[in-house]
């Protein structure tokens, strides 16, 4: 669902290539030649971080229709070294965030782009003087494509478990971090949380089957 499939399997392509020591640009360059295409772009920023880590972000676009992939480098140096027991995890970790802006790009597919402009939240979910973060959690479209990101992440890091098990205890995952970006980001607004937390794992459940 989502053009998983096809998106692991052009990741699954450039495993050869995206190892060793390579320089930023080649890494972009190698995304776009294998994975780009007209509505997936990637591109690259330096920030303040520690050698040789990484993170990944990303951005849907819904008036050009276009995905935007980021990949964020440390400043302090010209290269990355993808280390062969870390590669499974940045390979991951970019499907996830391809395959979170997909389903942002399907959700948006089925609309009038003019009469869903701006985007507003539920009056019973969340009150209008709660912090930017929170407001864009709460949005049914971030909490469809975060329980997404969560079921994968179930079944990545704790791919020898039920799933589902998993679920039924994620306040002791540590590892499903976009869990625990949604738990911390409402962590003051308990009330707020309940609703949020019930939603979303609602959407995780559903999820499950399919996420890969």
Known sequence: MYFADIINVALEDLRPILKGKLDYKDVIRYLNKFLGDKTLK???????????????????????????IILYFSNKKDSIFIRKIKQNEFFFCLSQVIQHETIHACQWSKRDYD?????????????E????DEKY??????????????????????RNK????????????RKVFSYRYYKNTFKNNKQTWEKIRYKLLRKTYKWIPHAR
């Open 129 to 132: 003087d709660n912090n930017e």
């Open 137 to 158: 959690l709460a949005d049914p479209d971030e909490i469809d494509a975060y329980g997404h990101d969560i079921a994968m992440e179930i079944k990545f890091y704790y």
């Open 115 to 127: 009469l869903y402009l701006p985007r507003t939240i539920p009056n019973n979910l969340i009150a």
């Open 42 to 68: 990637f591109k690259f920023e330096k920030i303040k971080m520690r050698v040789n880590h990484y993170a990944i972000g990303g951005f849907y676009d819904m008036q050009t229709d276009k995905r935007y």
């Open 162 to 173: 039920d799933p589902y098990k998993v679920l039924n205890e994620i306040d002791n995952a």
